[in-house]
């Protein structure tokens, strides 16, 4: 059975590794003897055209602001339930209850920042009833301006990422209210929803979460205050007051109030429960965000700086994890593990293929996805950055009509499933799974990285080279110690990565969260899971093997040097080192750290290593720009052929203008609509340079 589970690991390994790839650096000085091929990382190539690490990134950061705003691309459909008794907000300038489909936020903040500050606010509040299901579309689904954002509830809608045929005009909130009808529409004709069952809202997000609510006079959800939350505005022109007036007015004490002993406040009173059952059109005169606002907005409303501070700062709430720290995301909704479906899933071979074939030129690859090193630029920094950021940049455009049908299908099955329990589903939090994997490997990462790098701080002499490997070992070690067994033998080839200890502990090390979820075991598992264990096997397989080269490495290189008897000769050269020496560490140190480099690359973790470089104060929060909490800019809208829009960020530009006949397919930008269109951006140093910022950040300058 052991030798059926190493020949599958070393066979699935090749898929997403080059196992046989020579090594790609050499050793220089006498003691090159002792470092063969199979020390150097580099040794064991990553195929950068797989799409497993994208997959697994997009689960680890599902339902988080932070991660989803640095990826704002989403290409997963998630099923999610929320909680009874969790409160909804809506906002509305009128007095009436909305019609349907209309958005919740889960945020009070959100809806006072979208719909406050008018001279008709008004503010309800709802709560659920029961456990309600909805679908959850990652990335920044509900930014209206940008490119790719939008492109899988597109997809779900139309069938493609214009919209319909007929459409080649800019419609401004008209193409949001089409996908609210269209995604409810969909899960009512399908019957994945009724009145108070199933999947009854759709969770987004921009700057903070919302949910589009399909039937509000659905029982699941009940209103529980409508308020009129209008604001006096602010005079015209400030006039002190003299003293003499100030003198006239008259304070009287009210003092406490005695509710009496044994005197209970009372529940106050539900309203009515609304009975409105017209579908909701877009509004002639939409809000702005308070961020955009001018004139008598400004000069008038009291809160309007205020407005937007609340809605950034409750989005913070909900980064989740990132440099500063594991962090929350919106956890009053949670992930169904049997309902995560992805466009990055093995099935949608044709993305896979377009992507590959555009990544191939803009980030020097091979033809089996593998780096070819920094190219004529000869700037390996800027290109392992562009390595590392390029999920940012994929978008679905060049998706079907067939592939955006079997996402249909696929979803319609997997969510039914759900419901009704007929579902060949493991139990696995695959999410709780892969955010274990993701923060402890980046720490590691990190240390590693940390510990290596000093090597030129210990060059000096022996006992300051074996003070650094004694801390690279065990640095090494806290990653080994799950999987080695260490050998009795002294023969230094069983360090060497061809041996059977290698593959062992490789074998342990790829299947540890997995291994009782193995064909052979007879776990039943949805094709979803079967997905999901893929993109562990392939993600965490390659962490092993490239950590799991570099400790080998460490290990015969200690044995050779280290773990021997002192003597009197020995402890004689310890003042001293040879130049040889030094250059076979310097190389070893060289190799460890490119592997690492080239590993983080690969594995594409950009926000987890991103985050504000102090710890704000109490009236701070950490600033990363998220739409519409962001700086307004000009332009015409553009949107490169292909499903890669390597090197555009997605926050530059605004969602192509509708397209007869579906997707663009042909050179160069779509023409700009009639009049043009604003679009929107801002540095790309404010999303990777966070800041810790106060309310004045937004209301200095009005």
């Given at each position: 059975m052991l030798r059926l589970i190493l020949a599958v690991a070393l066979t699935a390994a090749c898929t997403a590794l080059d196992l046989n790839e020579p090594p790609s650096q050499v050793p220089l000085g006498a003691a090159s003897s002792s470092l063969n091929q199979h020390d150097t990382a580099s040794s064991r190539r990553l195929n950068f055209s797989s799409a497993a690490p994208y997959l697994f990134s997009s689960v680890s950061s599902l339902l988080q602001q932070w991660g989803n705003t640095f990826f704002p691309n989403g290409h997963s459909i998630v099923a999610c339930e929320i909680p009874p008794y969790t409160l909804f907000y809506h906002g509305?300038?009128?007095?009436?209850?909305?019609?349907?489909?209309?958005?919740?936020?889960?945020?009070?903040?959100?809806?006072?920042?979208?719909?406050?500050?008018?001279?008709?606010?008004?503010?309800?509040?709802?709560?659920?009833?029961?456990?309600?299901?909805?679908?959850?579309?990652?990335?920044?689904?509900?930014?209206?301006?940008?490119?790719?954002?939008?492109?899988?509830?597109?997809?779900?809608?139309?069938?493609?990422?214009?919209?319909?045929?007929?459409?080649?005009?800019?419609?401004?909130?008209?193409?949001?209210?089409?996908?609210?009808?269209?995604?409810?529409?969909?899960?009512?004709?399908?019957?994945l929803r009724g009145d108070g069952w199933g999947y009854e809202g759709v969770i987004r997000m921009n700057a903070a979460f919302e949910m589009i609510w399909c039937n509000f006079t659905s029982p699941s959800l009940r209103l529980l205050t409508h308020l009129n939350v209008t604001a006096p505005q602010l005079p015209q022109e400030y006039e002190s007051e003299s003293e003499s007036e100030v003198q006239k007015m008259v304070f009287t004490e009210t003092g406490t109030p005695n509710l009496g002993e044994g005197r209970e406040t009372s529940y106050y009173s539900l309203p009515p429960t609304p009975t409105r059952t017209d579908s909701s059109t877009d509004p002639s005169r939409p809000p702005k965000p308070p961020n955009w606002r001018g004139g008598w907005e400004r000069s008038r409303e009291p809160f309007v700086g205020s407005q937007t501070w609340g809605w950034f700062s409750s989005a913070t709430l909900h980064y989740g994890s990132s440099k500063n720290g594991p962090g929350l995301g919106e956890v009053r909704a949670k992930v169904l593990n049997c309902g995560i479906m992805s466009y990055y899933s093995p099935q949608f071979e044709n993305l896979k293929r377009l992507r590959a074939e555009d990544e191939r030129m803009s980030l020097n690859?091979?033809?089996?996805?593998?780096?070819?090193?920094?190219?004529?630029?000869?700037?390996?920094?800027?290109?392992?950055?562009?390595?590392?950021?390029?999920?940012?940049?994929?978008?679905?455009?060049?998706?079907?009509?067939?592939?955006?049908?079997?996402?249909?299908?696929?979803?319609?099955?997997?969510?039914?499933?759900?419901?009704?329990?007929?579902?060949?589903?493991?139990?696995?939090?695959?999410?709780?799974?892969?955010?274990?994997?993701?923060?402890t490997t980046t720490l590691q990462l990190h240390e590693m990285t940390i510990a290596i790098s000093s090597f030129p701080n210990h060059a000096h002499n022996q006992s300051t080279l074996q003070f650094w490997m004694s801390s690279v070992r065990s640095q090494s070690h806290m990653f080994l110690v799950s999987f080695l067994e260490f050998p009795a033998t002294?023969?230094?080839?069983?360090?060497?990565?061809?041996?059977?200890?290698?593959?062992?502990?490789?074998?342990?090390?790829?299947?540890?969260?997995?291994?009782?979820?193995?064909?052979?075991?007879?776990?039943?598992?949805?094709?979803?899971?079967?997905?999901?264990?893929?993109?562990?096997?392939?993600?965490?397989?390659?962490?092993?093997?490239?950590?799991?080269?570099?400790?080998?490495?460490?290990?015969?290189?200690?044995?050779?040097?280290?773990?021997?008897?002192?003597?009197?000769?020995?402890?004689?050269?310890?003042?001293?080192?040879?130049?040889?020496?030094?250059?076979?560490?310097?190389?070893?140190?060289?190799?460890?750290?490119?592997?690492?480099?080239?590993?983080?690359?690969?594995?594409?973790?950009?926000?987890?290593?991103?985050?504000?470089?102090?710890?704000?104060?109490?009236?701070?929060?950490?600033?990363?720009?998220?739409?519409?909490?962001?700086?307004?800019?000009?332009?015409?809208?553009?949107?490169?052929?292909g499903n890669g829009t390597y090197p555009h960020p997605p926050g530059d530009f605004y969602p192509p203008p509708y397209r007869p006949g579906g997707n663009h397919t042909g050179d160069g930008p779509p023409p700009p609509p009639p009049g043009g269109r604003p679009s929107f951006s801002f540095g790309e140093a404010d999303l990777w340079e966070p800041k810790c910022i106060n309310a004045s950040y937004f209301t200095n300058g009005w």
């Amino acid at each position: 059975m052991l030798r059926l589970i190493l020949a599958v690991a070393l066979t699935a390994a090749c898929t997403a590794l080059d196992l046989n790839e020579p090594p790609s650096q050499v050793p220089l000085g006498a003691a090159s003897s002792s470092l063969n091929q199979h020390d150097t990382a580099s040794s064991r190539r990553l195929n950068f055209s797989s799409a497993a690490p994208y997959l697994f990134s997009s689960v680890s950061s599902l339902l988080q602001q932070w991660g989803n705003t640095f990826f704002p691309n989403g290409h997963s459909i998630v099923a999610c339930e929320i909680p009874p008794y969790t409160l909804f907000y809506h906002g509305r300038m009128d007095d009436e209850v909305p019609p349907s489909p209309e958005w919740l936020a889960f945020d009070i903040q959100m809806s006072y920042g979208i719909m406050g500050g008018s001279p008709n606010s008004h503010m309800l509040t709802y709560q659920t009833t029961r456990p309600v299901k909805a679908l959850y579309f990652d990335g920044e689904s509900a930014a209206l301006m940008g490119l790719g954002q939008l492109d899988t509830q597109m997809l779900h809608v139309f069938g493609n990422v214009s919209g319909p045929n007929d459409s080649n005009r800019f419609r401004g909130l008209a193409d949001e209210y089409a996908r609210a009808h269209g995604l409810c529409d969909w899960l009512l004709e399908t019957g994945l929803r009724g009145d108070g069952w199933g999947y009854e809202g759709v969770i987004r997000m921009n700057a903070a979460f919302e949910m589009i609510w399909c039937n509000f006079t659905s029982p699941s959800l009940r209103l529980l205050t409508h308020l009129n939350v209008t604001a006096p505005q602010l005079p015209q022109e400030y006039e002190s007051e003299s003293e003499s007036e100030v003198q006239k007015m008259v304070f009287t004490e009210t003092g406490t109030p005695n509710l009496g002993e044994g005197r209970e406040t009372s529940y106050y009173s539900l309203p009515p429960t609304p009975t409105r059952t017209d579908s909701s059109t877009d509004p002639s005169r939409p809000p702005k965000p308070p961020n955009w606002r001018g004139g008598w907005e400004r000069s008038r409303e009291p809160f309007v700086g205020s407005q937007t501070w609340g809605w950034f700062s409750s989005a913070t709430l909900h980064y989740g994890s990132s440099k500063n720290g594991p962090g929350l995301g919106e956890v009053r909704a949670k992930v169904l593990n049997c309902g995560i479906m992805s466009y990055y899933s093995p099935q949608f071979e044709n993305l896979k293929r377009l992507r590959a074939e555009d990544e191939r030129m803009s980030l020097n690859l091979t033809a089996d996805g593998f780096w070819k090193g920094e190219g004529l630029s000869g700037n390996r920094t800027l290109a392992l950055k562009d390595l590392l950021r390029r999920r940012r940049y994929h978008h679905l455009e060049n998706a079907t009509s067939d592939e955006a049908a079997l996402m249909r299908t696929s979803s319609e099955r997997a969510l039914r499933g759900l419901l009704e329990g007929d579902n060949d589903c493991s139990g696995a939090d695959w999410g709780l799974m892969i955010n274990e994997i993701t923060q402890t490997t980046t720490l590691q990462l990190h240390e590693m990285t940390i510990a290596i790098s000093s090597f030129p701080n210990h060059a000096h002499n022996q006992s300051t080279l074996q003070f650094w490997m004694s801390s690279v070992r065990s640095q090494s070690h806290m990653f080994l110690v799950s999987f080695l067994e260490f050998p009795a033998t002294k023969d230094l080839s069983v360090w060497d990565i061809g041996s059977d200890l290698f593959q062992e502990t490789y074998a342990r090390c790829r299947y540890r969260y997995t291994r009782l979820m193995a064909p052979s075991e007879d776990v039943a598992l949805s094709p979803e899971e079967v997905d999901l264990r893929w993109v562990v096997e392939e993600t965490f397989g390659a962490i092993c093997s490239v950590l799991l080269t570099i400790g080998f490495g460490i290990e015969r290189s200690w044995a050779t040097h280290f773990q021997k008897p002192s003597t009197k000769k020995s402890l004689e050269i310890h003042a001293t080192t040879s130049a040889s020496v030094n250059n076979h560490f310097a190389h070893l140190a060289t190799s460890w750290s490119s592997g690492i480099e080239e590993l983080m690359a690969w594995l594409g973790w950009a926000d987890e290593s991103t985050g504000c470089s102090e710890v704000c104060a109490w009236n701070e929060r950490c600033y990363i720009p998220m739409w519409p909490l962001i700086q307004l800019g000009g332009g015409r809208p553009r949107r490169p052929p292909g499903n890669g829009t390597y090197p555009h960020p997605p926050g530059d530009f605004y969602p192509p203008p509708y397209r007869p006949g579906g997707n663009h397919t042909g050179d160069g930008p779509p023409p700009p609509p009639p009049g043009g269109r604003p679009s929107f951006s801002f540095g790309e140093a404010d999303l990777w340079e966070p800041k810790c910022i106060n309310a004045s950040y937004f209301t200095n300058g009005w």
